[in-house]
């Protein structure tokens, strides 16, 4: 009579079983060169994504300093709101439009057109810069008078910065009180 039937790969006696595959079992799992392949494919399919990641955080990064650079030029825009159109005019009364560019006290910024020529590093990073001009508006334009003096002032501030080579202008446009 005949023993019991084994299925998959019967016992021998007197022959060893291999290290790695037990006896009774199909062989399950993977070899090193299965491994490595499956690792080869998965970097050649990340190292696209890497880099599209990568161009984000550079873009993300020149956001930022261009926000802050934004930020840089309001600050100056703010400082000379605060100060008067002119200082021709009596404490008190509308400054007249007889005013010259340019600052009238070294040192003392005291009205908008004082702030002509200015010029500052901002946090170590902006270059800060202002320009100050007389203009008109006509048919919805605003045009330089050319020096001749006008009800109303047209400041640009310029901020630049060192990454790169960028540089943004900030226009504001200040009206006598009187109009």
């Given at each position: 009579?005949?023993?019991?039937?084994?299925?998959?790969?019967?016992?021998?006696?007197?022959?060893?079983?291999?290290?790695?595959?037990?006896a009774?079992?199909?062989?399950?799992g993977?070899?090193?060169?299965?491994?490595?392949?499956?690792?080869?494919?998965?970097?050649?399919?990340?190292?696209?994504?890497?880099?599209?990641?990568?161009s984000?955080v550079?873009?993300?990064e020149?956001?930022?300093?261009?926000?802050?650079?934004?930020?840089?030029?309001?600050?100056?825009l703010?400082?000379?709101?605060?100060?008067?159109?002119?200082q021709?005019?009596p404490a008190?009364?509308?400054?007249t439009?007889?005013?010259?560019?340019?600052l009238?006290?070294?040192?003392?910024?005291?009205?908008?057109?004082?702030?002509?020529?200015?010029?500052?590093?901002?946090?170590n990073?902006?270059?800060?810069?202002?320009?100050?001009?007389?203009?008109a508006?006509?048919?919805?334009?605003?045009v330089?008078?050319?020096?001749?003096p006008?009800?109303?002032?047209r400041?640009?501030?310029?901020?630049?910065?060192t990454e790169?080579?960028?540089?943004?202008?900030?226009?504001?446009?200040?009206?006598?009180?009187?109009?």
């Open positions: 009579m005949r023993g019991p039937r084994v299925r998959g790969n019967p016992v021998v006696p007197g022959v060893p079983v291999s290290p790695g595959r037990r009774g079992r199909n062989r399950r993977v070899t090193l060169v299965e491994m490595l392949m499956g690792v080869v494919v998965l970097s050649l399919a990340v190292l696209p994504l890497i880099k599209v990641f990568m984000n550079t873009g993300a020149e956001n930022w300093i261009s926000y802050r650079a934004s930020l840089a030029a309001q600050n100056l703010q400082t000379m709101a605060r100060t008067r159109w002119d021709l005019g008190g009364t509308v400054p439009a007889s005013a010259t560019i340019g009238d006290v070294p040192g003392v910024y005291d009205d908008v057109d004082d702030w002509d020529g200015f010029s500052d590093v901002f946090e990073q902006f270059t800060r810069s202002v320009a100050v001009d007389f203009v508006v006509v048919a919805n334009t605003v330089p008078t050319g020096g001749v006008s009800d109303l002032k400041v640009q501030v310029n901020i630049s910065w790169g080579t960028h540089n943004v202008v900030f226009n504001k446009i200040f009206a006598n009180s009187a109009l």
